[in-house]
């Protein structure tokens, strides 16, 4: 590696993203949550009435202000509180470049999402994982940690990925109160949540002005290769994202408007969200009869425990795998005995859970 390659980077450990396979014929894809249904019929309809002759060579509105205002009415919140970003992604790594000062501490809850560690590396940041325990609850002691280590930056899940546990506002709100810093709860699940819990994590921002809410239309709304999310948060957290460290341009314009036309559908997007929480439960149940339990989760996937009397994680994933089913394993001492299952279809779940049988048998 060149010596002009900073140090930190030179010593860090790049992101792993789950498998992308090249031929996506005849194989079933479970590893990477992405959501199994096709985008809102009027996602498709703009799509085709683009004229994008002319959105092309000219560049796109700067803020996003039409889907800026749409996302704030869904959130019942102000444009003012909502910053557009390229995929979630963008939206994590502007909160460390806004926020975080090369040195600082940045903390989580460990294992989550493997990206927090890279971007925080990037930054130069210093990293202060807290370990979760076998039963997926927020440590008792993330509140101390995060004060122990005046920690600028904490970032939390939820629902927590990869076990699809659920956390209550009472509890983000109670972190949030004794936060030293920025508490940024990452959503990228949150459409998947039973409706019934009543989780409006937008109301947090009316009472803490250290709160960041990450959410993104690649899983809910079917939008993962548009690569579009949003940041929420207080007009004193937003503002300096939004005029000053976002890049100038971030999104463009036919991200914006297809952004717009899924947003706008609503009612399509909750018949989907529905259906795959119906497939959760299905899917769940048949693994349990299989002897693989799972913790309840509150997304679009199960992490599932692998009995290792008849077959271990890893041998599991291969020889699903070798079917062209593609699962998640992960190589982390408290998931080594278990898979990250993304929710299907009806017919891809009935495919993995026939396929289980066999090799388990």
Request: some cysteine; hydrophobic content about 35%; proline content about 5%.
């Amino acid at each position: 590696m060149s010596k002009l390659v900073r140090k930190n980077i030179a010593s860090m450990e790049g992101y792993s993203w789950g498998e992308q396979p090249k031929n996506n014929t005849n194989l079933i894809k479970l590893n990477t949550n992405e959501n199994p249904y096709p985008p809102s019929p009027l996602v498709i309809q703009a799509l085709q009435t683009l004229h994008a002759d002319e959105l092309i060579r000219t560049y796109p509105d700067p803020l996003a202000d039409e889907l800026r205002a749409e996302v704030a009415k869904l959130n019942q919140v102000t444009d003012k509180n909502i910053v557009i970003t390229n995929g979630g992604d963008e939206g994590l790594r502007l909160s460390l470049t806004t926020f975080v000062d090369p040195g600082e501490n940045v903390c989580f809850a460990d294992p989550s999402y493997s990206l927090y560690p890279v971007l925080a590396a990037i930054q130069d940041a210093s990293i202060k994982p807290i370990a979760y325990s076998e039963g997926w609850e927020i440590p008792e002691a993330f509140s101390k940690e995060i004060n122990s280590h005046n920690a600028k930056m904490s970032y939390l899940v939820n629902p927590h990925a990869p076990s699809g546990n659920f956390y209550s506002l009472d509890t983000l709100d109670k972190i949030a109160q004794s936060a030293p810093g920025i508490l940024l709860i990452d959503e990228a699940y949150a459409d998947f949540i039973d409706p019934s819990l009543n989780y409006r994590s937008a109301d947090l921002l009316k009472k803490h002005d250290n709160v960041l809410i990450l959410r993104t239309f690649s899983k809910g709304y079917s939008l993962a290769d548009l690569r579009l999310g949003y940041l929420m948060g207080s007009e004193a957290l937003i503002s300096p994202i939004t005029s000053k460290t976002r890049d100038s341009y971030n999104i463009g314009s036919i991200q914006q408007k297809l952004g717009v036309a899924a947003i706008s559908d609503q009612e399509y997007s909750r018949k989907i969200w529905n259906q795959i929480r119906e497939n959760r439960t299905y899917l769940r149940k048949s693994l349990t009869a299989l002897g693989l339990n799972s913790h309840p989760s509150q997304s679009n996937f199960i992490l599932a425990e692998i009995d290792s009397q008849k077959v271990d994680a890893h041998s599991l994933y291969l020889s699903l795998k070798e079917e062209q089913i593609f699962v998640r394993y992960f190589q982390n001492e408290l998931l080594k005995n278990k898979l990250r299952i993304t929710v299907g279809t009806e017919e891809q779940n009935e495919s993995l859970i026939k396929a289980i049988e066999r090799i388990t048998q």
